[in-house]
């Protein structure tokens, strides 16, 4: 098989989450753990970070490849889904995996394939770990892909763990509390592994508590355990020409740094001080990420690491911006960017998946704005339709569009220059859009 035939064959062979929904979705771990093992173990061979949480947990792994590379490590990037090209999903330094390795991977396990019948996405993790210790990286940056216990990713012993916070979203596969679903999210915590806990709720922070007490039970000098909020704070910031800077001040010191942020989302700001606590923890374990590293690598996640859809601008006049907001956290964070953006009118291009909590994210919709729905190409797409429709019974109106790009080139045409047209509701909506680079 050439590249494409080999994608095509993993594509259509395997169950995928993307596009299938809970059906793809493998609740244990033994699929991974019997690939890795007919691979020769590959997560025994290099170091990682392992990163688990709701949202933010792009956006930190993102952060913190950045800060790594700039710090001179070979650092490799495993993230899902992917927007445009699979290879998306493991970089090294940036750099998409290369088209060969895929096909000679996929042909070196395909009759594990056929035996086992694993996901798509066992088979990309392990793919992942074979590149990153086939290519001998210092560190790899982890992001769990679904929960965390369950999760194909935790068979790592990680550096550090992270969770960047908990919140309402697979609710049919995680729990239907906050508390069960950080309780799943928990499963990454690693014994005598130092943990960041981005964000706290008080139904969720005796759960991080209580299973890193359980886990490191046999340890009487326990490694750190840090809140990343109660060690430093936001003392000042400003969003102006889709940047973003931030001064960061910290709680027993007051010491502070500034920060100029490339990824100019309000909710980064939240990200911010959990890689800064993770840096942190990190350069206590010898990793060279001292400030000027963090600065310098702030400044160019999306150069470094090929990031895109987090609060990006595409187009101007009118101006188009991308994010991938999609859950209820989500959604208050576009609703909290929105009263700082200055326009004449608001336009929102908007596609969802069936098993999101739909109704909730409506509820929190602008009425003020002009919609327009539409659906990604993927079976989990809610038909554009239905979700006009129940979006009508919010207050929200707007057409029917066959897709994205239909939809955007319309809304272009008839949109004032001062106009703000916002793509949201889908990862896979936002990978629609045309033009948007995948590097």
């Given at each position: ?10 594509f ?5 989450f ?7 979705y ?11 093992e ?22 930190t ?19 899902s889904p992917h ?21 000679r991977?996929?042909?070196?396990i ?12 066992e088979?990309t ?105 109660e060690?430093r ?79 990006e ?67 989990r ?10 979006a ?6 707007g ?6 790009n239909?939809a ?18 889908s ?13």
């Amino acid at each position: 098989m050439n590249y494409a035939e080999t994608l095509d064959y993993l594509f259509a062979k395997l169950p995928m989450f993307s596009r299938l929904g809970a059906a793809a979705y493998k609740k244990d771990l033994t699929n991974t753990i019997r690939l890795c093992e007919a691979l020769g173990n590959p997560q025994q061979q290099f170091k990682s970070i392992h990163i688990a949480g709701t949202n933010g947990k792009g956006s930190t792994s993102h952060m913190l490849a950045a800060i790594l590379q700039t710090g001179g490590y070979k650092t490799g990037l495993y993230t899902s889904p992917h927007l445009k090209d699979f290879r998306e999903r493991i970089k090294i330094d940036g750099q998409f995996c290369s088209e060969e390795f895929v096909v000679r991977f996929t042909e070196r396990i395909q009759h594990l394939i056929d035996e086992i019948e694993p996901s798509f996405f066992e088979i990309t993790v392990a793919m992942a770990f074979t590149w990153f210790a086939e290519q001998k990286v210092d560190i790899a940056v982890i992001e769990t892909g679904l929960g965390g216990r369950l999760d194909s990713t935790n068979i790592i012993q990680p550096e550090l763990s992270i969770i960047t916070n908990i919140g309402w979203d697979h609710m049919n596969l995680l729990g239907n509390s906050l508390a069960e679903i950080a309780g799943e999210k928990v499963g990454i915590i690693k014994k005598n592994t130092p943990l960041v806990i981005g964000e706290w709720l008080p139904e969720t922070k005796p759960v991080f508590e209580q299973q890193y007490a359980i886990v490191n039970n046999a340890n009487t000098s326990q490694p750190p355990f840090v809140f990343a909020s109660e060690e430093r704070w936001i003392s000042d910031w400003e969003y102006e020409h889709h940047l973003l800077e931030a001064e960061v001040a910290h709680h027993q010191s007051d010491e502070r740094h500034k920060y100029q942020l490339d990824l100019p989302g309000l909710y980064q700001l939240k990200n911010l001080l959990t890689v800064l606590a993770a840096t942190h923890e990190l350069g206590k374990k010898g990793w060279n990420c001292n400030q000027e590293i963090i600065k310098k690598a702030l400044t160019q996640v999306k150069k470094k690491t090929g990031l895109h859809g987090r609060w990006e601008l595409i187009h101007q006049h009118p101006s188009v911006i991308l994010d991938v907001g999609h859950n209820v956290d989500g959604i208050k964070a576009i609703r909290q960017q929105l009263e700082h953006c200055s326009y004449k009118h608001l336009h929102i291009i908007i596609g969802m998946v069936k098993d999101k909590d739909i109704n909730a994210v409506l509820a929190l919709l602008p009425e003020h704005a002009s919609y327009h729905f539409t659906e990604a190409n993927i079976p989990r797409a809610l038909d554009a339709v239905s979700l006009q429709e129940q979006a009508a019974s919010f207050g929200l109106k707007g057409n029917v569009y066959a897709n994205v790009n239909i939809a955007l080139k319309e809304v272009i045409a008839k949109a004032d220059s001062t106009d703000l047209i916002l793509i949201c509701g889908s990862v896979f909506l936002v990978g629609e859009v045309a033009g948007v680079s995948s590097e």
